[in-house]
């Protein structure tokens, strides 16, 4: 008999993925099974929320990154004459005007280009950093472990909105792509932890062993055993750091340590705002609200994404 | 003949799934009478679990649903009872045993304070004086050393054994006319295995208490069982006496299940397998469940097509095979194959 | 448990070591406190010599920080580089000042969270558990700047159209007001209702997850099967084992907010840590700024061993010994 110590719940659960994987039922014994891929994205499209979310992401995306085309306005021109216009469909200031004429749709629709720009950046070069790191820190474990987790420790200590500003301060930000590495160098130690607990957890499987065994190199084993295994976790976390880094440059921005003029950035176009909170209550609210949107969209995504790829991990 | 104390019938349980409707269950019956021991027997996903689960409303409700059948205690249908008359029916009247005495009992509370809540929960008048004196009562009859000192320890201050010790002490707290024991043993180490079962044995024989055993295990339900029921994709497929199912089973699967036996008397030499996966339980093979791993089903258009009904053998000894009556002569058949001595076409 | 506490913070002496010397290194590598003196026209020589020799800024950097050691333990942080003037006074004030804000808006978060995250879980696809899920993904999404401007643009609008003045945006208290505690209170409501949304968004949805994981679990099926009442398997079953991973949750937080409520004190120009901090950020003096580091990291590494403890004191499969 073939049975093993199975939770009922989980002999039921492992049935039902049997019968999801079972696509020829009627033969009883033939079965075909979808790859863990396709049943990711299955499960991914069938997530009306994250789609949706999707497909606004992808509109907004593609307007800033065309801003130079979509734009009415150019972002940094004077226009006395509309100086101060409520949102109006005339001249299309629907976002409204500032006291020199500044049309904000146009000025919105460039700082979400450097937004999405930056937090593009973060998330790829911490991603980047967090694997490596995170992979040799679990894979080899000893000293490079050591000096990891004694690293995130002392981060643990300081807060990290404290330890951006000081950096930013010092080292000069201003421009867009010295704030992301500024944010990177800060984001990758949560991805570095993730990824050394999942290569411990690996490292020790039977598949490994085998590999092992089998005489696969290091190297090997790292990219062609662990690290697809790893993918699901990485993923999901790439995801929500986008949107934290999103939200972060706004917070720099904002109080003047993150993205400057020239630069279009929305935590700055809020802080302009700021001191007409209520006689022009549309500079502050339209960035704003672009922010939520994106930021809205990008943890609905990561919320799909992690019910697909990395179902142990529903925290949020 | 007596009124059996629980009869399960015709009892239909499904799990709404993303994938479709899952029939975990698909109309079990079997009873069990006073002082008797049921053994349930089955593979992973066969349904013997959550039928009794879901008898005890214990299943989640939804995405589960009790969709037809009858949980008779006593002669009074209990499926559908409002929650608080179901509450009082259980661990008082149907007291269960589950499977991992590590994660079954919780963690931060002691052991004792765990037991004496079960029999606070059904006597109002109770003091939580007398709740520890009895608790410590019941720690020692399921043979816990230092009941007293143990009364105030943790879960994970006691071994696994003890922890099985334990969950009996808590299920037989009230004095139930029905113990279930959902693999009771399965978690536990071999040597602890027989202990265990033999302290079952003697609480429910103090209590009178009828006993459902749910196991994977045969050897196990030879041990304890008087009868034995084979459930076999959510459905009961044999059931009849220890003696019935082990020496003439009338079911294939009852038969596939007491060849893969390992048996120190025999001269076989490898164990035979059943062939092929237990079925998708979404969408059923049409007919008989068990045709698809079936030799005797082959170029039969009747088991394809027509799900059998429980048949009578003899007196007390069901199968639902359409051809029960073969099912001897492909036991000769199945022993001639191995090689194993045959007797009278019994299997021993 | 005493010995434990004891080694805890032995341990978290080298941490707080490394940090304050690398931040002591780093920031006087980048900074120079005299910047804004020595653009000052006229300034007389004499003076920022006066400063170098007072702040030992012509000495090694190891000198500089065995000084500032030195000035930590018997001068109370020592002083500012420009104006000579003591840390340790403001410093405490501002301590008092944040915390009255962050122990109230944690407590309220806490509670609230919890609340949220439980009834989620127990009605767990229901519209209330949808609602509860929509709300705190907004939670996490609100820039909490933005969030802050908005109250301060309700408020003020509410002010301005009926004449009553129900929370102040700015300050911590009015001039000559008839009922100081009132007063105060009103100061307080918006940074904490800030500071609160947020971590009510975190929090419950740790709380909900947890929930869910305990209410799955076999011993909650065991509660059940003895015929336990469904409250009582929330209550005390359930409740005691999911509320073990939101204690770790708020007490890492809870130390980054005391340092870290930035964003917060700074809309609101509450005199707190967070305010203090950018003050010397923005005046770049190192000294008040270690200061601050000092104080911080002396509470993360306190609401730990108090997380740490608690947890203990939940879950008695954790020893200390």
């Known amino acids: 008999m073939t049975d093993q110590q199975v939770h009922p719940d989980e002999a039921l659960e492992t049935e039902v993925t049997r019968a999801a994987l079972d696509s020829v039922h009627l033969e009883g014994l033939e079965i075909q099974s979808l790859t863990q891929w396709q049943l990711a994205r299955r499960k991914f499209f069938q997530h009306r929320l994250a789609m949706t979310a999707l497909v606004i992401l992808t509109v907004v995306a593609v307007a800033a990154l065309f801003a130079d085309y979509i734009a009415p306005y150019p972002f940094d021109a004077p226009n006395v004459p509309d100086r101060s216009l409520a949102p109006t469909f005339e001249g299309f200031h629907i976002f409204g005007t500032d006291k020199i004429g500044r049309d904000y749709f146009s000025r919105t629709l460039y700082g979400t280009r450097t937004s999405l720009y930056v937090a593009f950046i973060v998330a790829s070069v911490s991603t980047f950093l967090g694997i490596v790191i995170g992979g040799i820190a679990g894979y080899y474990g000893g000293k490079v472990d050591n000096l990891l987790m004694r690293m995130t420790d002392l981060f643990l200590v300081v807060p990290f909105l404290a330890v951006l500003l000081v950096l930013s301060a010092f080292l000069g930000a201003g421009n867009p792509v010295r704030v992301a590495f500024i944010l990177a160098v800060l984001f990758w130690t949560g991805l570095a932890r993730i990824v050394r607990g999942e290569f411990l957890g690996l490292r020790e499987k039977e598949f490994v062993e085998a590999a092992k065994v089998l005489g696969a190199s290091d190297s090997r084993i790292i990219f062609r055993h662990i690290l697809p295994n790893t993918v699901g976790p990485i993923i999901v976390n790439a995801t929500l750091i986008v949107a934290t880094a999103i939200l972060v440059e706004a917070a720099l921005s904002f109080l003047g340590f993150g993205i400057q003029p020239p630069f279009p950035a929305l ?17 502050a609210t339209f960035p704003g609200l672009t922010i939520v949107l994106i930021a809205l969209c990008i943890n609905f995504i990561g919320d799909g994404l992690r019910d697909a790829l990395d179902p142990k991990q529903r925290i949020r | 003949m007596t009124e059996p104390v629980l009869a399960i019938r015709d009892l239909v349980v499904e799990f709404d799934t993303q994938d479709g409707v899952v029939h975990a269950v698909d109309g079990v019956s079997y009873e069990v009478y006073p002082g008797e021991t049921l ?39 209990i499926v559908g009872l409002p929650i608080d008359e179901l ?49 410590v009562g019941l720690l020692d009859m399921v043979g816990v050393p230092n009941p007293d000192r143990r009364f105030d320890q943790y879960p994970h201050e006691y071994s696994g054994g003890m922890r099985q010790r334990a969950m ?55 041990e304890m069982a008087d009868r034995i029921s084979v459930m076999y994709g959510g459905k009961v497929v044999e059931t009849g006496t220890v003696e019935d199912l082990y020496h003439s089973p009338r079911h294939p699967y009852t038969l596939g299940l007491m060849m893969s036996l390992p048996r120190i008397t025999g001269d076989l ?25 079936c030799r005797m089903s082959e170029g039969r258009e009747l088991c394809r097509t027509v ?42 | 448990m005493g010995t434990f506490i004891a080694r805890r913070l032995l341990y978290s002496i080298p941490v707080l070591i490394a940090a304050s010397f690398l931040v002591f290194f780093g920031m006087s590598l980048v900074t120079d406190p005299l910047s804004q003196l ?21 000495d090694p950097i190891f000198i500089q920080y065995a000084f500032w050691v030195k000035d930590m333990f018997f001068n109370g942080f020592g002083s500012t580089a420009i104006g000579n003037k003591p840390i340790w006074p403001d410093l405490q004030r501002a301590i008092g000042n944040t915390l009255q804000l962050v122990l109230i808006s944690e407590l309220i978060a806490i509670v609230l969270a919890v609340i949220l995250g439980v009834l989620s879980a127990k009605k767990q696809y229901s519209i209330f558990d949808y609602t509860t899920t929509t709300i705190s993904f907004f939670g996490f999404s609100v820039p909490i700047f933005w969030f802050a401007l908005v109250l301060q643009a309700l408020a003020t609008t509410f002010f301005l159209r009926t004449g009553i003045r129900l929370f102040y945006t700015f ?33 419950s949805r740790y709380q909900r997850a947890s929930m869910l994981d305990v209410l799955h679990s076999d011993y909650i099926r065991t509660a059940r099967a003895k015929g336990l009442s469904e409250r009582t398997v929330t209550m005390k079953h359930a409740l005691r084992n999911a509320l073990i991973p939101i204690v770790t949750v708020a007490a890492l937080n809870f130390g980054a907010v005391l340092g870290g409520a930035v964003i917060t004190e700074t809309i609101f120009a509450w005199p707190g840590m967070g305010k203090f901090f950018i003050d010397s950020l923005i005046r770049g003096e190192v000294h008040t700024l270690m200061a601050w580091l000092m104080v911080t990291a002396v509470a993360v590494i306190l609401a730990n061993l108090v997380a740490d403890i608690i947890y203990g004191l939940l879950d008695p499969r954790i020893r200390y010994d």
Request: one cysteine or more; glycine letters at 6%; hydrophobic letters at 40%.
């Open chain 1, 267 to 283: 935590g700055k176009l809020i802080s302009d705002g700021q001191d007409s909170l209520t006689t022009q209550w549309w500079l």
């Open chain 2, 39 to 77: 053994g349930v027997v089955g593979e992973s996903g066969s349904g013997k679990s959550v039928t009794v689960l879901a008898a005890l409303g214990l299943i989640q409700m939804p995405p589960g649903r009790i969709a037809r059948g009858q949980v008779l205690y006593k002669g009074r249908d």
């Open chain 2, 87 to 135: 509450r009082k029916i259980r661990n008082k009247e149907i007291a269960m045993i589950f499977q991992d005495p590590m994660t079954s009992l919780n963690p931060v509370f002691t052991v004792g304070n765990q037991i004496a809540e079960a029999l606070l929960a059904h006597n109002d008048n109770m003091s939580s004086d007398q709740a520890r004196a009895e608790s």
């Open chain 2, 168 to 222: 009996i002490a808590m299920a037989m707290a009230n004095k139930p006319s029905v113990l279930i024991a959902d693999e009771p043993t399965t978690a536990l180490d071999v040597t602890i295995q027989a202990q265990v079962l033999e302290v079952m044995k003697v609480a429910a024989e103090e209590t009178g208490a009828a006993t459902i055993m749910i196991t994977h295990d045969l050897g196990v339900v030879a």
């Open chain 2, 269 to 293: 030499t490898r164990l035979l397998p059943i062939p092929g996966n237990p079925p998708s339980l979404i969408s059923r093979p049409p007919g008989c469940s068990f045709h698809p791993r």
């Open chain 2, 307 to 348: 799900v059998p009904e429980l048949a009578e053998v003899s007196e007390k000894h069901f199968s639902a095979c359409h051809f029960w009556d073969e099912v001897a002569d492909e036991v000769l058949r199945e022993a001639a194959a191995t090689g194993m001595s045959a007797r009278e076409g019994r299997l021993d």
């Open chain 3, 38 to 58: 020595r653009l000052i026209p006229n300034m007389s020589q004499d003076t920022l010599q006066n400063i170098i020799d007072r702040k030992h800024l012509d």
């Open chain 3, 171 to 203: 300050g911590q208290s009015s001039l000559n007001a008839a009922n100081p505690f009132l007063d105060r209170v009103q100061h307080m409501v918006l940074p904490i209702v800030t500071l609160a949304y947020v971590n009510v968004a975190t929090y």
